[in-house]
């Protein structure tokens, strides 16, 4: 992508340091922004302030979420490397980058994953057995060993509900859960340079609600950028980088927020996830229909969730993840919430707006019939 060239004058400066203390009533709402040939401005307590975000990103993220067709749904980018808002795209009635609105479904097992790596008792090659547990999670499930094995790195990138219910039940405790979904962004606000909506969790203590709530059925609404700032930390190697996305006209500087796992779990995190878009969730997204990758020579590491709910009914559907998997440059979101039939998902997405970012021709239809969601992912 073209780089930034930052514009910095008296009248910005001003609103600058106005906006943070107007936007602490209320969290920023970024629906309108204007997009020049060389910045992106945007209203922030009143006034309007010059972002962080990339124009071409911003515009190319905002036709493929415009195709996409769903009714509500958000894209939300940044660079990795300092924390730095690239793309923020919202579709409904409200900002939906910052909105608590969808459950995390199946991203919530990327919290899940590093605290049980966390805890050293189990690794990625830990193989757990199970039999059911596709479609839902019952105590009688969760309690058979069945014939069907898994390690913990293929179920993350397959995102096999009950390996997680399970090796949750056995190792994890609720506080656990809680603290490592908090340090990840799943729960309460972000560190970003704006006031935004805190993501909301709720793990139950008993352990069959816990095991259930670990898999990512119904554990509370993640908003977009908090999905974007797990993925940005572990992208990090475990370090927690601020986001930021008003610009100050002086070259972006990485702010660190502390550390969210150690650099060894993070690398083991990075290698599961690099399975969802390999031979997971995403691998038929991120092939063209001739079988060739559809990101040549760029790894990408993610994670899919899909869960169906809500009133008016949604087929909610997840796409997080970051690229190049071994030098991060770019970690990315998507939400969409559609309607049970649908026209794209978040995996096709996301895939598209990494094509947009790296300057790759996009792929040409993938073979992914519009049909029912069946499997929560």
Same mark, same amino acid.
């Given at each position: ?7 910095f004058? =008296?009248?910005?400066?001003s ?8 936007? @602490? ?9 204007r997009v020049?040939?060389? @910045? ?5 307590g009143?006034? *309007?302030?010059?972002?962080?975000l ?18 509500e749904?958000a ?13 923020w ?15 995390? @479904?199946?991203?919530?097992?990327i ?6 790596? *966390? ?10 057995c199970?039999?059911?547990? *596709?479609?839902?999670?019952v105590?009688?499930?969760?309690e ?7 390690s ?8 096999i ?13 609720p ?6 979904? %908090?340090e ?11 006031n ?14 816990? =095991? ?5 059925f119904?554990?509370g609404?993640?908003?977009p ?13 475990g370090?927690?980088?601020r986001l930021?996305i008003l ?16 650099v060894?779990? =993070?690398a ?25 990758p ?28 970051? =690229? ?8 990315i979101?998507?939400m ?11 995996n ?7 094509e ?9 239809a993938?073979?992914? @019939? %519009? ?7």
């Amino acid at each position: 992508m073209r780089p930034i060239r930052f514009i910095f004058t =008296a009248a910005l400066a001003s609103a600058l340091a106005l906006a943070p203390c107007l936007a @602490a009533a209320s969290p920023v709402d970024l629906r309108s922004i204007r997009v020049t040939n060389e @910045a992106a401005f945007g209203r922030v307590g009143g006034a *309007e302030v010059k972002l962080t975000l990339d124009p071409d990103l911003q515009r190319a993220a905002t036709r493929i979420l415009t195709n996409s067709s769903a009714h509500e749904g958000a894209i939300v980018a940044s660079d990795v490397r300092t924390g730095r808002i690239l793309a923020w795209v919202t579709r409904g009635d409200r900002d939906y980058v910052v909105a608590p609105f969808a459950p995390s @479904a199946s991203l919530f097992k990327i919290v899940t994953a590093s605290a049980l790596l *966390e805890g050293g008792r189990v690794n990625p090659s830990t193989r757990e057995c199970y039999e059911g547990g *596709e479609h839902a999670i019952v105590p009688a499930v969760l309690e058979r060993r069945g014939s069907a094995c898994s390690s913990l790195g293929e179920a993350l990138g397959s995102s096999i509900n009950l390996v997680f219910a399970r090796l949750a039940k056995k190792h994890l405790s609720p506080p656990s859960i809680r603290r490592k979904a %908090a340090e990840l962004g799943f729960s309460g606000e972000v560190p970003i340079d704006v006031n935004v909506a805190p993501s909301e969790l709720t793990i139950p203590d008993d352990p069959f609600g816990m =095991a259930r709530a670990s898999a990512g059925f119904w554990n509370g609404r993640l908003s977009p950028l908090g999905a974007l700032f797990a993925m940005q930390t572990i992208a990090n190697d475990g370090e927690r980088v601020r986001l930021a996305i008003l610009d100050h006209g002086d070259p972006p500087l990485r702010a660190s927020a502390g550390r969210a796992m150690s650099v060894g779990v =993070a690398a083991s995190m990075t290698r599961m996830l690099e399975l969802t878009t390999r031979r997971g969730t995403a691998a038929k997204a991120f092939k063209r229909p001739d079988g060739t990758p559809a990101l040549p020579s760029i790894s990408v590491a993610a994670k899919t969730g899909t869960l169906i709910g809500g009133k008016p009914t949604r087929m909610y559907s997840w796409f997080a993840g970051f =690229a190049p998997s071994t030098k991060p440059e770019i970690a990315i979101t998507v939400m969409l919430g559609n309607d049970i039939r649908w026209t794209t998902k978040a995996n096709i997405v996301g895939r598209q707006v990494l094509e947009a970012y790296f300057g790759i021709a996009p792929a040409k239809a993938v073979a992914v @019939a %519009a049909s029912p969601a069946k499997r929560k992912r």
